[in-house]
């Protein structure tokens, strides 16, 4: 259950609030906490984490409220509803508000000519940004009017919604998705046993022989059709991780159809 306090019922128009989830993410939750400094209001969800987040995010100037895990897309529109601002921005963790984002942002708001905005991520993979293999610009809607934005329930890749019109901004989200092949291999198995379930909610089936076609395209479309060359080693690393995150998220989906066969997924 929620521990929180209901939203305003008559917001300041221009006002905005940062949503942020986390759980166990003491290396990153001050900074970006930090970069969200200029909202009115920045709320994190955290998820029971047993590190120090929670007073970490505190220290920051967030309002933490602890939850249970209900999936990332349920999680996020409950910041969403805890929110007391007219606006919201959706963060993660790993995300960065630049300067130039954060006046851009604000300009946004305060023109009203849009309903929503997307936003262009700059996401690292290894300690290199990466300027091609699909990767790049990555527009991802974050920036929505509260009262019409909303949240899928995915439990992986979960997406917002605006319902009305939605602009584009320029100025980039930086993103520390994968700092180290530590982060590398941990997220490849929970990212694809995430993505697995979401394919068995759509009805969606899989295999060993879909996980190898679909990964080794998954290749190809990484490094030559959205050329990934470009981006040097790094661009041929993220390759074979896509390769390998498809490969296992089609294997995990064949698993979870099959329960006599079904092996221990993490939740």
């Known amino acids: 259950m929620i521990k929180g306090h209901p939203a305003a019922t008559m917001p300041d128009p221009h006002s905005l609030t940062v949503v942020i989830v986390a759980k166990n993410e003491a290396r990153n939750i001050a900074e970006c906490v930090a970069s969200a400094s200029f909202a009115d209001e920045v709320v994190v969800l955290d998820s029971n984490s047993s590190d120090t987040t929670v007073a970490l995010a505190r220290q920051a100037g967030a309002r933490v409220v602890q ?73 991802t809607l974050r920036l929505g009017r509260r009262a019409q934005s909303g949240f899928t329930d995915h439990f992986l890749h979960a997406h917002m919604t605006v319902k009305g019109s939605v602009g584009t901004l320029s100025n980039d989200l930086i993103h520390f998705s994968y700092p180290n092949l530590h982060d590398v291999l941990e997220k490849l198995d929970r990212y694809s046993t995430g993505h697995a379930r979401d394919l068995q909610a759509k009805g969606r089936t899989g295999g060993l022989g879909k996980g190898i076609v679909h990964g080794l395209f998954a290749f190809v479309r990484t490094y030559v059709l959205r050329l990934g060359f470009l981006d040097g080693r790094h661009g041929l690393m993220l390759a074979i991780y896509n390769a390998e995150y498809t490969y296992y998220k089609y294997l995990k989906l064949g698993h979870l159809q099959n329960p006599a066969r079904r092996p221990e997924f993490p939740a």
């Open 67 to 139: 939850t249970d895990w209900p999936g990332y897309g349920p999680q996020v529109a409950r910041g969403f509803a805890l929110a007391q601002s007219a606006w919201v921005l959706s963060l993660d963790a790993d995300e960065r508000i630049t300067e130039a984002l954060k006046i851009e942002v604000l300009a946004a708001i305060r023109s009203g000519a849009h309903d929503g905005y997307r936003i262009p991520r700059l996401s690292e993979f290894c300690g290199q940004f990466i300027h091609h293999s699909g990767w790049r610009p990555d527009h």
